[in-house]
Structures are given as C-alpha cells and as structure tokens.
C-alpha cells in the first residue's frame, strides 16, 4: 500500500492538545495497516521563537510535498508584538497562498445530542448537515487597488477592490459541483449580482460551468443577503453553498454557529489537483483559534481537530468509509453525554481533552 504522507503543524496554544489526540487516532489506525507516514513541522509562534519565520522554508517544502497538512492553530499574546511580517498568522497565509489552497470548505453539521442547545429552535437545526464552499484566494481580501488615500482636504479614501476572473470562478464552482455529487446533488450559488459586477460574471460562469460540465447536479442561485436570511430561517434547504471570499468570510460563521461552539467546527482548504496524479493539494484545520485562556488546561475540546482529520480522510484519501465512522464516533460520544467544558450542559459528564480523544478513538 502506497503510503499516505501527512504533515502535522500544531503550532500554539490549544493547537498541540487538539494535534495529540489526532496523533494517538492515527497510531490506532496505523496499527490497523492505515499505512500514515507522519512528518511534524512548526508554525505561527513557536516557529517564531525557534528560528524567526512563522514558517521555514523547510517545513514549508515538506507542506508542498506532503498528501495533506494538519493544522492546529497559531497565535496568542506572547507574539503580539512581533514584526506584521512574521506574526503567527503569517504562516497560515503563507501556507495557503504557496498551497494555492483555493476552496474553503466548512461544513455545518448539528449533531443530535447538542441540537437542544442551538440558539434556534431545535426543529430548524436537528440534522442539519450542509457544506458552505467559500473562495479564499481571490476577491476584495487581494483584489488591487488596496490603499487608503490622502485626499488632502481632511478626508482620506479608503479603497479595496473586488476582482473575480473566469478561471476562479470556474474552478470554485467545479469543487462545489463535485462535492455535491457526493451529498445530496444540490449547489446554491450566492453573489449580489444586483449591485455588483463581479457577482453579474460570477452568476454567468458558474451557471455556464454547471451547463458544460454539471448538468445533473441542481443548482439554484440566490442574492447572498437574502441567502443570510434563509440561513437562519430554514438552513435545512441548502446542501452546497458556494459563494466568494468575502460572503463565504461571513456566510461560513454563521452557518458555523448554528450548530454550536468554535470546538466542534472543522475545516478544509483544497487547492487545484495535480496535472499527472489528480491529487489535490489540502489543509485541515479547525475553525478555532489557539484559545490562550484555556491553553495547558487540558480542558480544550479536540473535536474540531478530530473532525478536520475526518475531512481529510474523506478528501485526500477517498477513506470515505472511515470518515463515516470517525464523525460517528464523535456523535456516539456526545450521545452518551461526554462533554468538553466549552458544551458542558447540566446533566452531561464533563472530561478534559484525553478522555474526549479516548472515548472517540474507543467508539471509532
Ligand atoms: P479562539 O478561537 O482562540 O478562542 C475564542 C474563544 O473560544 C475562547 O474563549 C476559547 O477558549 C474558546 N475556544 C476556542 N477553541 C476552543 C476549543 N477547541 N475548546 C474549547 N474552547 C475553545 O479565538 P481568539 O480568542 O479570538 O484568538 C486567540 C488567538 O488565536 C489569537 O492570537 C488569534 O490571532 C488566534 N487565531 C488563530 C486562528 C488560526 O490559527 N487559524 C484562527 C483564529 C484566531
Ligand atoms: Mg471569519
């Protein structure tokens, strides 16, 4: 069996609690011929501190080469003073501007157990399992000209430029449209195509993509404001979404938070697959941030990590089966009332970071 190479960055704070429980899953499956070949690098801070760069040109050539990349997460106040260049936050942006990691996926799942403690009515939010695609390369976050003028009259201009060409269009909504294949055959495409030229061009391609190449897949557009709206009201009619930079920025935390805390989402960011193995490039990451108030605690939640390897099992080695059952195993978990403090309920049993990482692997 050809092996699978993963990179591991756990970078600061919570990020090496979550990455451990990642690690011991992966022994497990190793142990089974899984077959992982795992490679550890530094990222954020703690690569700050070790040799001045958020990321080395190393452990950045060992991320182009690897199969997938694990990410935890970087950042906290010891390196709030550092230079802009090479503050924590500029290895993940590095990471994903040399990936060329285009497509952001976040799914929003409600698992069954926490769907009482949603701030919607349980009815909108139990079984809700949808997927938002968001573009993450392009847009207003790049798009020049960037600046903010002097106009030399007291006021100044602050400009940021939204740009979308036919081939980014092309290939987000290629990932949106294969993705949906694989789930309920649904893409809702979301721009302001009313007020924004970008979003006339993106509604034309991606509706010229799915003619060309996704006839079989549904596909519905709708304004993004109004797509906010449904989000909230009835999230349970979309499957995919796929939407830019910017919406997806803001559609994607608000899917996210319908179906509880920043410890349960995961993330995955694709780049363009390989012209002579089709493989993509990929990055798992949990939505969650390096959570300095509750650091060396113990009491982090790793299922947004665990989840994200589940994410990676399913995208970048096609181990859909084992993927089913890893996010099986987190729901079986939470049925019999494990929680980390951050989803703690009255009448739930409340367990630090290694009893949440073991009773998964146990049930998985
Ligand atoms: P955060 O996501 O680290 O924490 C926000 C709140 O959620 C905190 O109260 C934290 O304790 C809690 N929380 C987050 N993840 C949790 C988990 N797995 N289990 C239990 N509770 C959890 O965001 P915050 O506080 O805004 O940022 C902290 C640091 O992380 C900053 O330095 C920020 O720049 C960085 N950050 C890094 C990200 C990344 O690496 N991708 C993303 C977001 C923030
Ligand atoms: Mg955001």
Redesign the pocket.
């Known amino acids: 069996m050809a092996t699978k190479k993963l990179l591991l960055l756990a970078?600061?704070?919570?990020?090496p609690e979550?990455m451990a429980e990642v690690k011991k899953l992966i022994a497990a499956m190793n142990e089974k011929g899984a077959g992982f070949a795992i490679d550890e690098g530094l990222v954020?801070?703690c690569a700050y501190d070790a040799h001045g760069q958020a990321i080395s040109e190393e452990d950045m050539t060992k991320a182009l080469a690897a199969d997938a990349v694990l990410?935890?997460?970087?950042?906290?106040?010891k390196?709030?003073s550092v230079p802009y260049e090479v503050r924590?936050?500029a290895g993940?942006l590095r990471l994903r501007k040399d990936m060329e990691l285009f497509a952001n996926l976040r799914p929003a799942i409600c698992y069954p157990a926490l769907a009482a403690s949603s701030s919607l009515k349980q009815e909108v939010v139990e079984g809700l399992d949808i997927l938002i695609v968001r573009e993450l390369t392009g847009g207003v976050y790049f798009g020049e000209p960037k600046q903010i003028i002097d106009l030399g009259n007291g006021q100044k201009r602050g400009i940021d430029t939204q740009v979308y060409d036919t081939f980014e269009i092309e290939r987000i909504s290629g990932v949106a449209f294969e993705l949906a294949r694989t789930r309920k055959n649904h893409v809702t495409s979301m721009e302001k195509r009313n007020v924004m030229k970008s979003g006339v061009l993106w509604n034309e391609v991606v509706t010229a993509t799915h003619k060309a190449k996704y006839a079989d897949v549904k596909l519905d557009h709708m304004l993004a404001d109004a797509g906010g709206m449904q989000l909230v009201r009835w999230p349970k009619q979309f499957d995919v979404i796929v939407t830019d930079n910017l919406f997806g920025d803001m559609l994607s935390d608000v899917a996210a938070m319908l179906t509880g805390?920043?410890?349960?989402l995961p993330s995955a960011s694709l780049g363009a697959p390989d012209a002579k193995t089709g493989k993509r490039k990929a990055l798992y990451?949990?939505?969650?941030?390096?959570?300095?108030?509750?650091?060396g605690k113990g009491?982090?939640?790793?299922?947004?990590?665990i989840a994200s390897f589940a994410m990676c099992l399913r995208y970048s080695f096609s181990m859909v089966a084992e993927a089913d059952r890893l996010e099986a195993a987190i729901a079986a978990v939470l049925d019999d009332g494990l929680r980390?403090?951050?989803?703690m309920s009255e009448g739930k049993t409340e367990v630090g970071?290694t009893a949440m990482g073991d009773a998964i692997i146990a049930k998985f």
């Open positions: 970078g600061d704070g919570i990020g979550a954020g801070g990410f935890g997460a970087v950042g906290g106040p390196w709030d924590p936050e993940l805390s920043l410890g349960m990451e949990p939505v969650h941030g390096s959570a300095p108030d509750i650091a009491i982090a939640n790793p299922i947004a990590m980390t403090k951050d989803i970071t």
